[in-house]
C-alpha cells in the first residue's frame, strides 16, 4: 500500500506538467494493494511482482477502462477484459495504477494528439517522449511508476525508451502475446516492457512471455 500510494503521489505531483497518462484506477490499485498486503506473507514471495505498480499503454485493454486506443473515433470504448499480456502482469503480483497516453492507433513516433492531450518529455518539457509509447516512457522516467506495458511495431519500444533515457526491449516476434490489443500492423506488433533497470525489465518480460493458442 505504501508503494502504491508513493506511486500515485509522484503522479498527481508531476503528470500535470507531463501527460503521460491517460486515465488512473486509483482507488483499485488501492484496493488491490489492501488485498497484497494482507497477503504479504503467504504468497508475496512466489510472485515475482508481487505488489509492483505497472502502467500499461493504451493501446492493450485494461479491463473497464477507457479504450480508445488514442483516437477520437473510439472515445466511449470501455474495454471489457484484460490484454493477455495485462493479465499475466497481474498473475504475477503487478497492480496496475492507470494507462498511458499512445501515438493514435501506435500510428507515430510522436505521442502527440491536438485534442485528446500530448506527452512531454520529462526531462525537456519542451521536447516530445518519442512514441508510439511515449506515455509509457514517460511515466517511467519521470519515476511516476517502476514498469510500464509498452509495444514496438517500427520502433515504438525503441524510440520513446532512447528519448527518454530508460530501458526498453522488443521482444522476439510471438514472444508476448499480443490479444487485447489493436494491432498497427499484424505481423510486426511486439508487446514489450519497458523499465528504469535492465534488471526490471528482464523481470517483466520473463513473465509476459510464453506462448498464447488463442493468439492470432
Not at 91 to 104: F, K, S
Not at 153 to 166: D, E, L, M, N, Y
Request: aromatic share 4%.
Amino acid at each position: 500500500t505504501e508503494v502504491v500510494d508513493s506511486c500515485l503521489g509522484r503522479i498527481e505531483a508531476t503528470d500535470p506538467s507531463v501527460g503521460a497518462f491517460r486515465e488512473l484506477c486509483s482507488e483499485e490499485a488501492r484496493t488491490e494493494a489492501e488485498r497484497l498486503t494482507g497477503e504479504l506473507h503467504s504468497i508475496g514471495g512466489h510472485q515475482p511482482l508481487f505488489g509492483i505498480p505497472v502502467a500499461v499503454k493504451e493501446l492493450f485493454d485494461v479491463q473497464s477502462m477507457s479504450g480508445c486506443y488514442g483516437s477520437e473515433v473510439l472515445a466511449s470504448r470501455v474495454s471489457n477484459a484484460d490484454a493477455e499480456a495485462v493479465r499475466r502482469l497481474r498473475a504475477a503480483g503487478a497492480i496496475v495504477v492507470g494507462i498511458t497516453r499512445a501515438h493514435e492507433f501506435g500510428w507515430g513516433i510522436t505521442t502527440q494528439h491536438k485534442t485528446l492531450g500530448s506527452v512531454r518529455n520529462p526531462w525537456n518539457l519542451s521536447r516530445v517522449p518519442g512514441g508510439s509509447s511515449g506515455g509509457s516512457a514517460a511515466a517511467v522516467a519521470a519515476g511516476m511508476v517502476p514498469i510500464a506495458l509498452a509495444s514496438d511495431t517500427g520502433g515504438s519500444i525503441r524510440i520513446p525508451a532512447s528519448v527518454c533515457g530508460i530501458y526498453g526491449i522488443k521482444p522476439t516476434y510471438g514472444r508476448v502475446p499480443k490479444r487485447g490489443g489493436v494491432s498497427l500492423s499484424p505481423s510486426m506488433d511486439h508487446p514489450g516492457p519497458v523499465a528504469r533497470t535492465a534488471q526490471d525489465l528482464e523481470s517483466m518480460l520473463r513473465v509476459m512471455s510464453g506462448y498464447d493458442p488463442e493468439d492470432h
